[in-house]
């Protein structure tokens, strides 16, 4: 299977002001989410990516735009790969959320919880997997493919690819437009990169060295 990179969106305002956004529509980047988005191809110009799969909202779609654009390659939307379905409480703010009986269940056993008229951190993370694993099987094992989602989506299913503990998944970091690489394959996952940010390096192949005269 390929090498996945798992991209998180830039910047937005309700990222700055500490709103969680969920499906709301009409969340762009702001100024500086533009700016990463735009860091974000230059670093990646030159790996050697066959295909971009973006979540439809449009903090991610515009993080995808200006890597797509130097790569001339397409974005292909996927519902799978959406924001955590969080219902009501999208558009609350954080410090109302933290006042909540129900904020110590999302904190200390996340595997529990549903959001009132969304879903389970559960169900999300079997979402995004079972959307990477359909991803992959469209990919040969030696290509690329980069991904642009969420913060908790990007978490969820490097913990499951780890065997990690769902209620664990928060001590993974996942920064806005950072980057996380997983390898797939049928023996297993292997976790290559977590939450790096530009300048990336991959790795090139080596020259073959010249036979020595005799």
């Known amino acids: 299977m390929p090498l996945i990179l798992l991209i ?3 910047e937005n305002e309700y990222v700055k002001t500490g709103k969680l956004a ?3 529509p009409g969340v762009h980047l702001n100024e500086r989410g533009q700016k990463q988005a735009a860091e974000l191809a230059e670093a990646l110009a030159n790996a050697p990516i066959k ?3 973006c979540s439809p909202l449009e903090r991610a779609q515009e993080t995808a735009a200006p890597l797509a654009a130097r ?3 397409e974005i292909q939307t996927r519902a799978g790969l959406l924001e955590t379905n969080i219902g009501d409480w999208a558009g609350l703010e954080l410090k109302v959320l933290g006042k909540l009986p129900e904020w110590k269940t999302v904190q200390g056993a996340p595997s529990r919880f549903r959001f009132p008229n969304g879903e389970s951190f ?3 993370q079997i979402r995004v997997a079972n959307e990477i ?3 992959a099987k469209l990919h040969k094992a030696d290509e690329v493919i980069a991904l642009v989602s ?3 989506p990007i978490r969820l299913v490097t913990a499951y ?3 990690m503990s769902l209620d664990h998944f928060q001590r993974l970091a996942c920064d806005t437009a950072s980057v996380t690489m997983l390898a797939l394959a049928d023996t297993g996952a292997f976790l290559h990169k977590l939450n790096q940010r530009p300048p990336f390096n991959f790795p090139t192949p080596e020259k073959k060295k010249a036979k020595a005269k005799k």
């Open 122 to 124: 559960a169900e999300c």
């Open 71 to 73: 790569l001339g390659l």
């Open 51 to 53: 295909a971009i799969y």
């Open 133 to 135: 694993e359909a991803i």
């Open 150 to 152: 969420h913060a908790d």
């Open 161 to 163: 690819y780890l065997g």
């Open 8 to 10: 998180r969106h830039g």
């Open 22 to 24: 969920g499906h709301i």
